[in-house]
């Protein structure tokens, strides 16, 4: 089975700095997908950024980027110039090739300072 | 831009009643799911359908709890009898289906809260 981990339940920085949150995970697989979820206090989930294994570049969407290291199994979330609009809880989630369902870590209550 | 909606946004209800939590996925969606997190925790899967019926379940998912897809847009979870330990937030999620289009968009949330 797979199990995903994130190690560090909270974090805290001050507007504009740069953070970053870590995730590893566990699998046999070979082809399979990374997700960083943001769950702000309406507690919806909204969809960060997303890595396919297969692809070696990592994924980037405007602020945010990831550092996939596969071998290691690891999938960290940089997010720059944070804005205050970032203080959430991150969670990071594993979904195996095809119709599967996402397997979710304990998440990261980040909070962004003014 | 198309999105997941889920109603009620809030339930409350006694312990032993049935609930009914109802999703309405992205129209040309074709897998659906449902998750859970209780208060503090980390979102758990349910339960994934498509093609009219379950192609997964977690231990969750015991015999309280039924999916359905009962007309070409609703997808509602079902609990027979809640206890307690069923307060949680529930999401419905729905995917495209297509190879390349492994993103699943969840909507808002459900918050039930047994008494």
């Known amino acids: 089975a797979q199990t995903v981990t994130q190690s560090q339940p909270e974090m805290s920085v001050q507007e504009a700095e740069t953070v970053t949150l870590s995730c590893t995970y566990d699998t046999s697989e070979n082809n399979y997908y990374l997700f960083w979820y943001k769950q702000p206090p309406s507690r919806q989930m909204i969809l960060v950024i997303r890595q396919e294994a297969y692809k070696q570049q990592n994924a980037t969407e405007n602020r945010f980027s990831v550092n996939f290291q596969k071998a290691a199994k690891s999938f960290s979330l940089k997010i720059s110039d944070s804005q205050l609009g970032d203080t959430a809880m991150y969670f990071c989630a594993f979904m195996k090739h095809g119709p599967q369902k996402l397997v979710f870590g304990q998440g990261t209550r980040l909070t962004i300072n003014p | 831009e198309p999105e997941v909606t889920q109603t009620p946004s809030h339930q409350v209800t006694q312990m032993g009643q049935e609930v009914i939590l109802r999703c309405v996925p992205i129209?040309?969606?074709?897998?659906f799911y449902w998750y859970r997190q209780i208060l503090g925790q980390k979102v758990e899967f349910l339960v994934s359908f498509y093609n009219n019926e379950i192609s997964e379940k977690s231990e969750i998912f015991d015999d309280q709890f039924s999916v359905e897809r009962p007309d070409g847009s609703n997808f509602t979870l079902k609990i027979r009898s809640t206890k307690l330990e069923d307060s949680a937030m529930y999401f419905c999620a729905s995917r495209a289906g297509s190879d390349y289009q492994e993103t699943q968009y969840f909507g808002p949330g459900t918050r039930l809260l047994v008494l």
């Open positions: 129209s040309n969606h074709l897998y």
